[in-house]
């Protein structure tokens, strides 16, 4: 169906000729913020960033805000430092909720799109539940709650876009609890993308969590320190925005700021935004 047409202007008053039209043009997109790091010394698992969808009808040479929300970092025991949250995605007025950060020691787990699991740790815990999810407070939600922990033992996993993280239930590293992500075909083939990360044990030496994969906004995993030294909780995977419209159409960032890539399947253009802020525009 062509964008742009024209059609014959009959009116009585003589201002006949031809006039241009636009149609509604439908942009299909997907917004997943940054997942959170996972904790330090048997620490709970970072959330997943915040899943949204949708479609929106956008007007032509017009600027539309893309955010790329970062990763959080894992946290560390000996250092004191705590994990951080994912920072948000935006499409337009579309926002995800960055992942909220795992727990450690003295460190409470952070909701956000999706929870935080809880720290295993014995050192002024402040707590062994996993934090809440859907940060934003969308329907349908952006993401779920991280789980429980075991004190001094192992972490609850980090919630994610599809399930809860499940509660620790051993000292194996590490844990098989994260929340699960969601499968999504926009570009083409199916991607999962926003898990939890899996909580720290305690039953092996001391290992770093495992980081979350870059622009799935998955969280960290929580570190193995069965010796409470300083190997760190694993870093959240960034976010991504991911833009699909018809081919017929050119998509520009005005001013710079983002790092995007275009492919064409079939009768539609896909843009993939894997970091910055700035601005896109169609024409």
Not at 176 to 193: F, P
Not at 205 to 221: E, H, L, P, W
Not at 222 to 240: C, D, E, F, I, L
């Amino acid at each position: 169906m062509p964008l742009i047409g024209t059609i014959a202007n009959s009116s009585a008053r003589g201002f006949g000729g031809l006039r241009t039209f636009q149609l509604p043009i439908s942009v299909e997109f997907l917004v997943i913020a940054g997942g959170a790091g996972g904790g330090g010394n048997r620490g709970g698992g970072g959330g997943a960033g915040g899943y949204r969808t949708s479609t929106s009808v956008i007007t032509l040479s017009t600027n539309y805000t893309v955010t790329v929300g970062a990763g959080g970092t894992g946290g560390n025991f000996i250092t004191s430092t705590a994990a951080t949250s994912g920072s948000n995605s935006t499409f337009n007025s579309t926002s995800s909720t960055g992942g909220g950060l795992g727990g450690q020691n003295s460190v409470a787990p952070a909701t956000g799109g999706s929870g935080g699991g809880a720290g295993g740790t014995t050192t002024g815990n402040p707590g062994l539940q996993g934090a809440a999810g859907n940060a934003g407070s969308y329907s349908p939600v952006e993401g779920y709650a991280g789980g429980a922990a075991i004190d001094g033992v192992a972490g609850g996993g980090g919630g994610g876009s599809s399930a809860v993280g499940s509660a620790a239930t051993n000292s194996t590293h590490p844990q098989s609890n994260k929340g699960a992500g969601t499968s999504n075909s926009i570009t083409g083939s199916s991607v999962t993308y926003a898990e939890g990360g899996n909580g720290g044990g305690s039953n092996v030496s001391d290992v770093t969590g495992v980081a979350g994969t870059a622009n799935r906004g998955n969280g960290g995993g929580g570190a193995a320190n069965q010796n409470n030294s300083a190997y760190p909780g694993g870093n959240g995977g960034s976010g991504v925005v991911i833009l699909k419209y018809p081919n017929s159409i050119t998509i520009s960032n005005p001013g710079g700021g983002l790092t995007l890539s275009t492919s064409t399947s079939g009768s539609d253009k896909i843009t993939t935004v894997t970091a910055g802020t700035g601005n896109v525009s169609w024409a």
